[in-house]
């Protein structure tokens, strides 16, 4: 399926949002749609849209997964209450540490996440809602990377040949399936929201899942979502497109207290990019990379060493799962 990409360049955002307003308006009819809202610009800008064309005809729902960032669900739903969108909290941390349960290969854990999305926890709110469209943020670099091989993105269908509405009992309407990151945050801002949403770095559909090498549990995530909070205070005055921090599967052998201690690895990766399709690791000032280093390994228990990614995508990617 080709699908015609509309260039920041020629985006007119305000031309660009009236339309979709009317095709999904025309899509769903006198039906209902639901949505997932995660606070990433994508997600915020479908939420937006389908708001706009539907009213209180749109379910928003925000899942809890367990794998978000720290004081994320209750900062997104407090946001879009102020924008006049109505959210509900879905609590599903249960059933997504469930799917991940001793799965370690990164392409099993993307097909975890999506199963346990699709098919289980928003099955279960279609079927309660009687909603047969799902509204969501689809953009363009996901379906490059989908079908190039690269990496299967949890919310590509169509582009493999895989019919959501037969596969899960809904279809999915995908209003920004022609724009890449940069195209989407101009809508964004052109919508009204505010820049805590439009200016966010990119932030992977897999949430924190994707940051862990190796088997996910309650107790890894606590690590990466510490790691990835000290990480973001200290790289977002440096205007990268993106920066995480990853953890590494194996232990490393470290020093405490003058003794041998086996304890964890953190990658940190910052990016420039533009729309995420090429990528160069930021130069970051030595005195930056000390200050993060130190603060991960004085406040993540049990971390031992933090390094510093300096190879460039490709053949590196921006996510490391």
Known sequence: MLIKEIGLEELNPRK????KI??????????LAINALSGGVDSSVVTLLGHKALGNRLKTYFINNGLMREGE????VRIFRQLGVPVEVVDAQEQFFKALKGVIDPEKKREAITQTFYKEVFAKLVKLSAARYLLQGTILTDVDE?????KRQH???AQL???PKEAFGYKIIEPL???RKNAVRKVARALGLPDSIYKRIPFPGPALSARVIGEVTPERIKIIRKATAITEEELASRGAFQYLAILHQDRVTGIREGKR?????????????????LAKPTKLPYKVLERLATRIVKEVPGVVSVTYNITPKPPSTIEAV
């Open 261 to 277: 201690d086996f304890g964890l690895q953190i990658e940190v990766r910052c990016w420039d990019s533009i729309d995420a399709r």
């Open 22 to 31: 009317a095709e999904i308006a025309s899509e769903v009819g006198d039906g």
């Open 16 to 19: 660009f949002i009236k339309e």
């Open 177 to 179: 399936v022609q724009l």
């Open 73 to 76: 669900p209750e900062m997104v």
């Open 146 to 150: 989908t079908v190039a091989g690269i």
């Open 161 to 163: 040949g895989i019919d």
């Open 155 to 157: 919310n590509v269908f």
